[in-house]
Nanobody, 126 residues
Framework: QVQLVESGGGLVQAGDSLRLSCAAS????????MGWFRQAPGTEREFVSA????????YYADSVKGRFSISRDNAKNMVYLQMNSLKPEDTAVYYC???????????????????WGQGTQVTVSS
């Protein structure tokens, strides 16, 4: 059982930056591909970014490519999402999730993920 706790959300203005953090309880944290998803009110959850167990491969949704950066520190059981040049359309609850390595192919499919955090709100004002 992996417990995930997100932090770092808040209210910012368009163009600002935020860094989200996700702390994992499991010491086998490095055995998981980690992802970030988001969900705005009235919309479906959408994939944002993912990173493989060693951090050597990263994936991004087209909507955030070039603005967001995902990273991880396996020694600290942490994964991060650096969000730059934020836009009002980035407003959502952001969720951290863990995906068993053998399912990494489906990194952008939330239904494949095994564990989820409770989410952190990001609000970007115009």
């Amino acid at each position: 059982q992996v417990q995930l706790v997100e932090s770092g959300g808040g209210l910012v203005q368009a163009g600002d930056s935020l860094r989200l953090s996700c702390a994992a309880s499991e010491r086998t944290f490095s055995s998981y591909t980690m992802g970030w998803f988001r969900q705005a009110p009235g919309t479906e959850r959408e994939f944002v970014s993912a990173i493989t167990w060693a951090g050597s491969v990263t994936y991004y949704a087209d909507s955030v490519k070039g603005r967001f950066s995902i990273s991880r520190d396996n020694a600290k059981n942490m994964v991060y999402l650096q969000m730059n040049s934020l836009k009002p359309e980035d407003t959502a609850v952001y969720y951290c999730a863990a995906l068993s390595l053998f399912k990494t192919t489906w990194y952008d499919d939330g239904a494949q993920y095994d564990y989820w955090g409770q989410g952190t709100q990001v609000t970007v004002s115009s």
